[in-house]
C-alpha cells in the first residue's frame, strides 16, 4: 500500500464496448480499428496514429499526474505487454487493477482500493479525453470535486445532444454538489453535466463498501457519491467549457481522428 500523498488517477477502462460492436456497420473505420472494434476492445482502438487509451492518460499525465491505475478485465490485464491499456504511454506510471466482473462503476473503483492506498485519487471513465485544465484543477482541490461540463464543452468535443441526455445533470449551488440526476427527461442545456470526473479520499470507499446494488444489478458510482454526501462530505463543482471528446460508437471514431490529430492536441511525445 503506497504512501503517497500525491494524487493518482483511477481510470475505469473494463468497459464491454457493447455500443461500439453494434455500431461498426456502415462506420469509417480503417482495418486496425475494425479488429479492435469487432473484438470489443475500445482502449486499444487506434485514433489519430495512438490507442485511444494513450490519448486518455496522455491527458491524466499532461495534467500533472504520475501514476495511474487502469481498471481492467481479467482478460486485459493478461494481455502482453504493449498492448494492454497504457503499456506505450511515457513518463506515466501505469498499472492495473482487475475488476473481475463487469459489475458497476463504483465496483470497478472498489477494484482499485488496493492499489491506491491512503492516495488521494481521481476516477476518470476510460471512454473521454478529458481537458487538461480541468484535470489540473481537479487535481488541485484539497478534498472531493467533480467537474461540470457545459454545453459547450459538450458540442466542442462533438457530442450530439441526444446522447447528452443520457448524462447525468448536476444539482450545483454556490460551485458545491447538492445532488446528481441521472437520465434527466428534460435537458436543460443550462446545467453542467457529469462526465465521472471526480476527486476522492478514501471515505468513498466507505460509501461503497455499505452500498447497494442498483435495479439493474450493478453498483453505481453516483449512488456511492449520494451515500457519502449523506456522511457529511462535501463535493467542490468545477466548471469546465473546454472540449471533452468520448468514444462510444464506431461512428465517432472520424470525428475524433480529426479533433485529436488537430494542431495543439496534446502526444505522448
Given at each position: 500500500?503506497?504512501?503517497?500523498?500525491?494524487?493518482?488517477?483511477?481510470?475505469?477502462?473494463?468497459?464491454?464496448?457493447?455500443?461500439?460492436?453494434?455500431?461498426?456497420?456502415?462506420?469509417?473505420?480503417?482495418?486496425?480499428?475494425?479488429?479492435?472494434?469487432?473484438?470489443?476492445?475500445?482502449?486499444?482502438?487506434p485514433i489519430a496514429g495512438r490507442p485511444w487509451i494513450d490519448h486518455v492518460l496522455g491527458r491524466v499525465r499532461d495534467?500533472?499526474?504520475?501514476?495511474?491505475?487502469?481498471?481492467?478485465?481479467?482478460?486485459?490485464?493478461?494481455?502482453?505487454?504493449?498492448?494492454?491499456?497504457?503499456?506505450?504511454?511515457?513518463?506515466?506510471?501505469?498499472?492495473?487493477?482487475?475488476?473481475?466482473?463487469?459489475?458497476?462503476?463504483?465496483?470497478?473503483?472498489?477494484?482499485?482500493?488496493?492499489?491506491?492506498?491512503?492516495?488521494?485519487?481521481?476516477?476518470?471513465?476510460?471512454?473521454?479525453?478529458?481537458?487538461?485544465?480541468?484535470?489540473?484543477?481537479?487535481?488541485?482541490?484539497?478534498?472531493?470535486?467533480?467537474?461540470?461540463?457545459?454545453?459547450?464543452?459538450?458540442?466542442?468535443?462533438?457530442?450530439?445532444?441526444?446522447?447528452?441526455?443520457?448524462?447525468?445533470?448536476?444539482?450545483?449551488?454556490?460551485?458545491?454538489?447538492?445532488?446528481?440526476?441521472?437520465?434527466?427527461?428534460?435537458?436543460?442545456?443550462?446545467?453542467?453535466?457529469?462526465?465521472?470526473?471526480?476527486?476522492?479520499?478514501?471515505?468513498?470507499?466507505?460509501?461503497?463498501?455499505?452500498?447497494?446494488?442498483?435495479?439493474?444489478?450493478?453498483?453505481?458510482?453516483?449512488?456511492?457519491?449520494?451515500?457519502?454526501?449523506?456522511?457529511?462530505?462535501d463535493y467542490a463543482v468545477i466548471r469546465s467549457s473546454d472540449p471533452v471528446f468520448d468514444l462510444t460508437h464506431a461512428d465517432d471514431v472520424a470525428g475524433l481522428e480529426a479533433r485529436l490529430?488537430?494542431?495543439?492536441?496534446?502526444?505522448?511525445?
Amino acid at each position: 500500500m503506497t504512501a503517497t500523498r500525491d494524487p493518482v488517477a483511477v481510470v475505469l477502462a473494463r468497459g464491454a464496448s457493447r455500443r461500439l460492436r453494434a455500431s461498426i456497420a456502415g462506420a469509417t473505420l480503417d482495418d486496425a480499428q475494425r479488429a479492435a472494434a469487432t473484438a470489443g476492445r475500445k482502449p486499444m482502438v487506434p485514433i489519430a496514429g495512438r490507442p485511444w487509451i494513450d490519448h486518455v492518460l496522455g491527458r491524466v499525465r499532461d495534467a500533472g499526474v504520475s501514476r495511474a491505475i487502469a481498471v481492467v478485465s481479467p482478460e486485459q490485464a493478461a494481455d502482453p505487454v504493449g498492448t494492454h491499456p497504457g503499456a506505450t504511454v511515457d513518463r506515466l506510471d501505469v498499472e492495473l487493477a482487475v475488476q473481475a466482473e463487469p459489475r458497476g462503476t463504483a465496483d470497478a473503483v472498489r477494484a482499485a482500493r488496493v492499489r491506491v492506498g491512503d492516495a488521494p485519487f481521481v476516477v476518470l471513465n476510460g471512454d473521454n479525453v478529458y481537458p487538461v485544465a480541468a484535470l489540473r484543477a481537479l487535481l488541485a482541490l484539497g478534498g472531493p470535486g467533480v467537474v461540470g461540463f457545459t454545453a459547450e464543452a459538450l458540442a466542442g468535443g462533438g457530442i450530439p445532444i441526444e446522447r447528452a441526455r443520457a448524462f447525468a445533470q448536476l444539482d450545483v449551488e454556490r460551485d458545491r454538489l447538492q445532488g446528481i440526476v441521472e437520465k434527466p427527461q428534460q435537458f436543460d442545456p443550462a446545467a453542467l453535466v457529469g462526465m465521472n470526473a471526480w476527486r476522492f479520499d478514501a471515505r468513498i470507499f466507505d460509501a461503497i463498501d455499505g452500498l447497494a446494488p442498483s435495479p439493474r444489478g450493478e453498483w453505481e458510482l453516483p449512488d456511492a457519491v449520494r451515500r457519502s454526501m449523506r456522511a457529511g462530505v462535501d463535493y467542490a463543482v468545477i466548471r469546465s467549457s473546454d472540449p471533452v471528446f468520448d468514444l462510444t460508437h464506431a461512428d465517432d471514431v472520424a470525428g475524433l481522428e480529426a479533433r485529436l490529430a488537430a494542431p495543439g492536441s496534446p502526444t505522448d511525445g
